[in-house]
């Protein structure tokens, strides 16, 4: 082999040994910025989940104090259907024991009997009848 095709040969295996390292290193790179962007994923994952999770914390709150306020006046509210109301010493003394005291509530409204829908004042009601 002529001097020009030895100095070929090696100026070919140097070329192919530089490229090989060069490979080597882009790939050496390549993973470095793989794991680089894991790294980052991770933690930009961790930050909005941290972050929506305040938000969502922080947005239901209030959403919740308000629930349980509405809940809570809901229990204080008719529920629309009517119920009954017996007639004590309290309230509606006069009607104990008459057979026309209606004593239904509707809509929040007391019906104590057809002839004085709002109860009659003292004691002796004049259209008072026995059951």
């Known amino acids: 082999m002529e001097k020009w095709q030895k ?11 530089e490229v090989e ?11 470095a910025f793989f794991e680089l962007t894991e790294e980052i994923t991770e933690q930009l994952q961790n930050t909005i989940v ?15 104090e308000v629930y349980w306020e509405m809940e809570e006046a809901m229990t204080d509210v008719d529920s629309g259907f009517p119920y009954e109301v017996e007639a004590t010493l309290e309230k509606n003394p006069a009607c104990i024991g008459c057979s ?32």
């Open 7 to 17: 100095d070929l040969v090696e100026i070919i295996e140097i070329v192919a040994d």
């Open 50 to 64: 941290t972050d929506v999770d305040q938000y969502l914390q922080e947005l239901a709150e209030p959403i919740l």
């Open 100 to 131: 026309n005291y209606h004593g239904q509530v509707y809509g929040g409204n007391l019906l104590v009997c057809g002839m004085h829908p709002h109860g009659w004042d003292d004691q002796s009601c004049p259209d008072w009848e026995k059951e």
């Open 21 to 31: 390292c060069f490979f080597l290193e882009i790939g050496d790179a390549v993973d």
